[in-house]
């Protein structure tokens, strides 16, 4: 199995939903423990597994939404164009550096599933697996001194006692939007595998070499709307016309 | 990346440890030429110990959970930092063993345990450049130049040590003659920091590699948080321009140009060495202070 997350940049908004109820789960779980510091004071700060980050695209005329009407010159970029939402955790990286880097080898991926954990009891807080990690997705629990990630919800996926449906990372359920998907990228024909192939990933520093497992689907491109009428020129078009202009005379 | 002083006082004293200490091996080998007292040799095997080691417990204070420290010495397959450890905690029984052979008097082991000696120490230096020149995510130390740097500073300092141990030895040997390997290491440094400053790898990744968005600006218009995080703590650090520049003509004076003037015309090894130090201490410094981590894309940067 490779498990590991779909999210939808088209359909993200942005809510944080997904980064709260991780909070929420993780917060005080077995595996996780993610810790605030001076929660109510005037610098609050924390160990975050998810984070959201908003980022503007500006002039990418594969999405440029504004393109009716507006006069695009070669070579200049067209007008502000796309805000994309990007929530960012543990890739689950097949090439996980983050893992061979470790020194105590507390951060491993597991062989069945993929997903990448850190053993509390063995890391010794060096710091090396987040330097390691491109994007962002290790943090120092400062409280505990260990290492603290994504654990793709772990202690949720396989619990039986949960129902069915509930078996999904604290994530993907809060997400109001339902742009976070979860499932196994080793099945072909699991929701996430469809919706990666059918909508393409964005490669996000690809060339480090990292092979993250999540994929983050591309955004739709918008339907162009052009502002002049179809004419169609066919004989039958050119009589029904002939016809039209002899009714309004 | 956060310049943490501890790893910097690390790398810079065990570095001139390890240096000392290959010097000091291959000195006493060349008795003839470089005449070292057995008592000056001891004192300059425990300067080398003393660096080394401060170096080693320097680094452990930058673990926030120290007491799984002993676990570190177990992924020496596939993790730099743990062969490091590893191969520094062999110093040790080899050092000792090299010392026992030599008081003692088996002549027939001492040439092994002194070239095992040398090549660990050579090899501690190189694992410690490739903690920091194996990381993909920072390119300005994905290179060669940074093993390159950490070896032949280590040998660099450790060979204007060796003069200044040996200016401890009893009036009656001499004078000591022109320490030609310290001034040539510090010409080549020289000359491989210059390189270091102008080739290493920068601006290798933009904004748009980051998240895929190949055509366009991409820009940051909300990093998510209002205050600072684990990240921007540890990969934020930003150094002005123009104090980075006079940091870098100071590591350039200190670390090498000071130092071979003073082994070039003068007897003052000790000041030598001490610039040196303190010359290497801003050049790692800078080192880190310098490097940027492609996360920092993420936060809104549009080159690392």
Known sequence: MKLGLAIDLDTCVGCHACAVACKEWNGESLM????????????PTGTWYNRIRHFEIEGDPTYSPHRCGATSETGKHEPLSKTVNVPMSCMHCEEAHCVTVCPTGASYKRAEDGIVLVDPSRCMGCNYCAWACPYGARELDENKGVMKKCTLCVDRIYDEQLPEAERQPACVLACPAHARHFGDYDDPKSKVSVLATARGRQSMLDDLGYKPTNAYLSPRKPVEITTELPIKSGLTDKARAFVNRLIQL | M????SVIFFTVSSGAGLGLLVWLLIASLMGNHIRMDATTFYKGVALAALLITAGLISSTMHLANRKNAIYALSGFKTSWLSREGLLAVLLYPLAALHLAALHFGYPQVTPITLWLLVALSIAILFCTGMIYGCLRTVPRWNSWLTPAKYVLFGLMSGSVLLPAVLSLRPLEVGPIGKPMM?????????????TYLLKHPRNTHSINDALGFKQGNVRLLDAGH?????????????????????????????????????????KAFWSASIICLA?????????????????RLYHGQQRV
């Open chain 2, 2 to 5: 956060k310049p943490a002083l």
């Open chain 2, 182 to 194: 310290a001034i040539f290491l510090l010409v080549a440094g020289l000359i491989l920091y210059l």
């Open chain 2, 279 to 295: 010359g290497l201490l801003v050049e790692r410094w800078l080192f880190f202070a310098e490097a940027e981590h492609v996360v």
């Open chain 1, 32 to 43: 996780g423990g993610a810790p605030d510091y001076d929660a109510w004071g005037k610098a």
């Open chain 2, 226 to 266: 209002s205050h600072g995080t684990f990240l921007t703590n540890e990969f934020g650090f930003v150094l002005a321009r123009d104090k980075a520049r006079l940091l870098r003509w100071i590591a350039i004076v200190c670390a090498f140009v000071v130092p071979l003037l003073f082994c070039w015309f003068t």
